[in-house]
């Protein structure tokens, strides 16, 4: 019979050892990798008024949290669904007065309304950064070194960024004065990669041409810089081609591909998105890009960050170890026990409950501390 006390909500679940201990070790990894570059850890509440959330971030949007009334204030609250918003909100308020650009870091847990058809997980794990003042093409490539080359310290393999242009199709849309319905008609082609649909539209021809646009980074900014284009989109393409240029040049052994007119997942973002990929990971490990922070002066200023999504990490198998476990005597000398501890020997104290050898199979010890020796609890027990 199940015990009720057992039960969790759908999409929540507890981490258990060793997975939790893999999960401290990879934040860890990333968070010392992300201050190793300048990007300085802020930590901001798990709630705030809901308002606040996602307010300071253009284009941003609040349906994904829950809600709850503070009895304190009497004032809706809403637990975050993202990081990025508080960020931001720290970044334009109480570090307004700070040089910029502005480079800070977090991490901490999410919670989401409900999951998605691929992963039911409604908690999840961030790691991210910001960087604020600058969206150049230098700025943006920083960011995304940052975010690879801190995925690679925590050990992974394979990996792929996938870049997109967010307001591209909609600067086309509009130099082309394209709204209502068939605008929308275009916006469904693009999402699903229909150029039947789309020639249906009798469109001008740049917008057939674009939707074939997608695969390696570097083929398919030329494919772009040989259409005639308007002045926003031009601008958003010397960008991205100034971008690759420094990513092929500073991480020349990951993949990258552009696909200009992707903007799924991609809301509040601007100029630039990307999402980042592994080999040894079921869905993508980060997703970032440009966007726009509304100061509560009126004022606003560009931004650029991403956020790293360590569950997936974890149940690749990232951050394990088996740590060699010790059955010491209960109230072995401190200075021998650090000595162990620096050794890198984990140490369990025999309370004396049960004889060594049963103390020694339940604790999962596989070595033993003998007059001053450490011996295999093979050899010792003769097992």
């Not at 082609?189 to 150029?195: G, L, V």
């Not at 592994?278 to 931004?303: D, L, M, P």
Request: a negative charge; charged letters at 20%; hydrophobic letters at 40%.
């Amino acid at each position: 019979m199940t015990n009720r006390f057992s039960l969790l909500p759908e999409g929540l679940r507890d981490t258990l050892p060793p997975l939790a201990d893999a999960e401290a070790r990879v934040l860890r990894t990333l968070i010392d990798h992300l201050a190793c570059h300048g990007y300085e850890r802020v930590n901001p509440p798990l709630a705030e008024f809901e308002h606040s959330l996602d307010g300071p971030v253009s284009g941003a949007h609040v349906p994904d949290h829950f809600r709850f009334m503070d009895p304190v204030s009497g004032r809706t609250l809403a637990v975050r669904s993202d990081i990025t918003g508080q960020v931001a909100r720290i970044a334009s308020s109480r570090l307004a007065h700070w040089a910029r650009p502005l480079r800070l870091s977090y991490s901490g847990s999410v919670l989401r309304v409900k999951g998605t058809q691929f992963n039911a997980d409604r908690q999840f794990m961030q790691v991210g950064a910001e960087l604020i003042g600058s969206d150049a093409p230098n700025a943006i490539a920083e960011v995304i070194s940052v975010a690879v080359n801190a995925l690679k310290a925590a050990g992974l393999t394979g990996l792929r960024v996938d870049i997109t242009l967010p307001d591209f199709l909609e600067n086309l849309l509009k130099s082309n004065g394209i709204e209502g319905k068939v605008a929308d008609s275009i916006r469904d082609s693009f999402d699903a990669k229909d150029s039947a649909g789309l020639a249906s539209l009798h469109l001008p021809d740049v917008f057939n041409s674009i939707l074939s646009v997608v695969g390696s980074a570097r083929k398919a900014i030329r494919q772009l810089q040989n259409l005639s284009l308007p002045e926003a989109c031009e601008h958003s393409v010397a960008i991205t081609n100034g971008l690759i240029d420094i990513l092929e040049s500073h991480l020349s052994d990951i993949d990258l591909s552009l696909d200009p007119c992707e903007r799924r997942g991609f809301e509040y973002q601007t100029t630039i998105g990307f999402s980042i990929f592994a080999k040894s990971v079921r869905g993508e490990v980060g997703r970032g890009g440009t966007y726009v922070i509304h100061g509560s002066s009126g004022t606003s200023e560009i931004a650029v960050g991403f956020s790293l999504y360590v569950n997936g990490l974890i149940e690749a198998g990232h951050g394990l170890q088996h740590p060699k476990r010790l059955l010491v005597p209960a109230h072995l000398a401190e200075d021998i026990m650090s000595g162990l501890h620096n050794q890198g020997w984990v140490t369990v104290s025999d309370l004396g409950a049960q004889s060594q050898s049963e103390t020694a199979i339940s604790q999962r010890c596989d070595h033993i501390w003998c007059d001053g020796t450490i011996r295999t609890c093979k050899d010792y027990f003769g097992a």
